[in-house]
């Protein structure tokens, strides 16, 4: 059973700060990782991905990917009161045969950032 | 404007009754997909399509149909609901390829809440 594992929280950062929310998953031949951002009664939103080890930066967010260590974290700087939300950890195995196209979610993490 | 719509967004139905949600996209997706989000568990996959006419299990299949006669379009069928299918619903699209791996970048709709009485 493929397991994507995330701190439920909640985290509580205050406003400027660095929010770290980290993500383990359990199948080693994954090779597709996503953060999506879902606010409360909203469909999920999809901030990040990452294919490949290392880091990767856009705008605010750095997704950061560490294969050997089946981690996968998404740091969030000068975080702003707006992005108080609930992020979601996803991992999809690519292709290799049965399960290419199933994206398996942790339950997230819950994020607020304090003003 | 690209996107994925659902309908209906809310719907209170009763026991044993059929029911079909709706979903379409308007970005030429191949893939589409299925979720329940329930407090506790997460999302968790119902059915998805890779084409037209190719649908598979997700983790959570049973009491629910699924068919894709179009690109577009994906339903999801309730033959006969029961509570333990009250749920926050979503359907989610995304192009199946990109340099050679299976890239999955979802995009989801709206959401439809169901309550079955």
């Known amino acids: 059973q493929k397991e994507v594992e995330q701190n439920s929280g909640p985290l509580s950062v205050p406003e400027g700060a660095i929010a770290s929310l980290n993500c383990t998953y359990s199948d080693r031949g994954s090779q597709s990782f996503f953060w999506y951002r879902q606010y409360s009664g909203k469909s999920p939103e999809l901030i990040m991905s990452?294919?490949?080890?290392g880091d990767k930066e856009d705008g605010r967010f750095t997704a950061q990917l560490n294969k050997a260590s089946q981690y996968v974290s998404l740091l969030i700087r000068d975080s702003q009161p707006s992005d108080s939300a609930t992020y979601l950890c996803?991992?999809?195995?690519?292709?290799?045969?049965?399960?290419?196209?199933?994206?398996?979610f942790g339950k997230g993490t819950k994020l607020s950032v304090i003003p | 404007e690209a996107q994925v719509t659902q309908n209906p967004r809310y719907l209170i139905t009763v026991t044993g009754k059929k029911l079909t949600v709706t979903c379409s996209q308007n970005m030429n997706h191949e893939y589409m997909s299925w979720y329940r989000q329930d407090p506790g568990l997460g999302l968790r996959q119902i059915y998805y399509?890779?084409?037209?006419?190719v649908t598979d299990k997700g983790d959570v299949p049973e009491g629910y149909k699924v068919s894709r006669k179009e690109k577009r379009n994906f339903p999801l069928i309730l033959e006969s609901p029961s509570p333990n299918q009250t749920s926050l619903y979503f359907c989610?699209?995304?192009?199946?390829w990109g340099r050679g791996i299976s890239y999955n970048e979802q995009f989801f709709g709206p959401g439809t809440r169901l309550t079955v009485l």
């Open positions: 996803a991992v999809n195995r690519g292709y290799s045969g049965a399960g290419s196209y199933q994206l398996t």
């Open positions: 399509s890779m084409n037209v006419e």
């Open positions: 989610a699209s995304s192009f199946r």
């Open positions: 990452i294919y490949s080890n």
